[in-house]
């Protein structure tokens, strides 16, 4: 009788341990109504199975923003989500807040004291920490939003999505890779791989079924990856695996803002087998010499001291480029962006690494904050020079490049970024430089 007790007990611990680890893991999908209506949530469940619960907490009009619509932090759906305490959080925000309406605070609530882009951030860390606080061990994932295409509709309408258009790839794109940055949570990339799939949307902004099929497939390839740990962020720099660099090649650590990440994986191909090139991220950065428009993202100051007293990774070049979110919002004005290059080539040379600076490129012709970019980089020409530290001059390249070749070819239609030829120009000319500066 004891015997058939003791295996009763067993049993009983048996089943019990197996409902435990047969629990499917909850996965809350945050978003506006590119998660509420006609929503990649429900093909994303079939993707993941039975191992995952998938429930749409998606608000259509929602934005991060006060002053919309509604802000989601303020839904009945976000209440119901944080009840749930979810083991995994996707949120996809941002193309409701990209209306011109509300960036340009024309509708936007000024109980706010911060620009858009500042109370953007301080409400996505809201979000993500109520989560966190919820369930210590929730992974959370930030999803860059969808692309926007103009639309076929009337004229009122395709000038809404023009309009969101510019915003979400001049600013909020770059906003969202810079917080999963900073709070050192995987981002998902929704824009990149749907950016030329106009026809795959209704009114060039919401998407048909296949769009959100094909939504719900990136998505669901991102979360069967291993999730980051909290220092996955630095592994590219730090990790010292074979995709990273080549250990038996000189080194050269590649960083600055979103134009140096638009050449960085041209710049690789063409310095193979001569340098390994190890570029922070791949992706774009909102990075600025210095923390001092946002208070946000990480500047280049302190990432370049980072690597450079690092154990796992020791650089024998810095090829560096930034400049032109200090001259667009940079506060101290020119002379804080002197100070700040001087930090800069003090760290390469008390670490005895050779610093290459690249001058940073302009806006499209016409802009009125040409000349003051301009200004940043004679000031950042004649340091390097009287500091004996080598310089590339993407900038006046770059110049000539448009002039050669026409802005339609070289410049992206956001007249910031570049195309991919752009890209792939201007990697050819660092890589004939960097052999000349590089002896």
């Not at 047969?22 to 079939?46: E, M, W």
């Not at 193309?95 to 706010?112: A, C, G, H, Q, Y």
């Not at 919820?134 to 692309?147: F, G, R, S, T």
């Not at 990774?313 to 480029?321: A, F, I, R, V």
Request: aromatic share 8%.
């Amino acid at each position: 009788m004891k015997l058939l007790s003791n295996i009763l007990i067993m049993l009983i611990c048996i089943c019990g341990f197996t409902d435990a680890k047969a629990k499917p893991k909850t996965v809350a999908c945050i978003g506006d109504s590119n998660t509420f209506r006609k929503n990649y949530p429900a093909h994303l469940q079939k993707l993941l199975g039975k191992e995952y619960q998938v429930h749409n907490y998606g608000v259509s009009g929602a934005s991060l923003l006060s002053g919309w619509k509604l802000s989601y932090l303020s839904t009945p759906a976000y209440k119901k989500a944080l009840a749930a305490k979810p083991d995994i959080v996707v949120i996809m925000l941002g193309t409701n807040d990209s209306s011109p309406l509300i960036w340009k605070d024309e509708v936007r609530d000024k109980k706010f004291p911060g620009t858009p882009s500042e109370e953007f951030t301080v409400n996505m860390q809201k979000l993500v920490s109520s989560f966190i606080s919820q369930n210590k061990e929730a992974k959370i994932y930030l999803v860059k939003p969808l692309p926007v295409f103009p639309s076929r509709s009337p004229k009122d309408w395709r000038h809404i999505t023009e309009g969101r258009k510019k915003v979400l790839e001049g600013e909020i794109y770059e906003l969202v890779e810079t917080l999963a940055d900073k709070l050192k949570i995987p981002m998902i990339d929704a824009y990149t791989p749907m950016k030329s799939d106009i026809d795959l949307t209704q009114d060039g902004i919401h998407f048909k079924d296949a769009g959100y099929k094909k939504l719900a497939t990136i998505i669901s390839t991102a979360l069967s990856k291993k999730t980051m740990d909290v220092n996955e962020h630095d592994a590219s720099y730090e990790a010292g695996n074979s995709n990273a660099y080549n250990k038996d090649l000189p080194q050269v650590f590649s960083c600055g803002d979103s134009i140096s990440a638009g050449y960085a994986p041209f710049l690789k191909k063409e310095l193979k087998g001569r340098y390994s090139v190890v570029h922070r991220k791949d992706t774009g950065a909102l990075f600025s010499i210095h923390e001092n428009y946002t208070g946000l993202a990480p500047s280049l100051i302190s990432l370049t001291n980072k690597v450079l007293t690092s154990d796992k990774y020791k650089p024998e070049y810095l090829l560096l480029n930034c400049g032109l979110h200090d001259a667009y919002r940079g506060k101290g004005g020119i002379k804080q962006y002197e100070k700040d290059l001087k930090q800069i080539i003090k760290l390469a040379k008390d670490h005895k690494v050779k610093l290459v600076w690249l001058t940073t490129t302009y806006k499209a012709k016409g802009d009125p904050k040409t000349k003051i970019v301009i200004d940043y980089n004679k000031k950042a020409m004649r340091l390097m020079k009287r500091e004996k530290c080598e310089l590339i001059d993407l900038g006046a390249y770059t110049l000539k490049l448009i002039k050669r070749e026409g802005q339609a070819k070289i410049m992206s239609k956001d007249k910031v970024h570049f195309t991919p030829l752009g890209y792939e120009l201007q990697a050819k000319y660092i890589a004939e430089e960097l052999t000349r500066v590089i002896k």
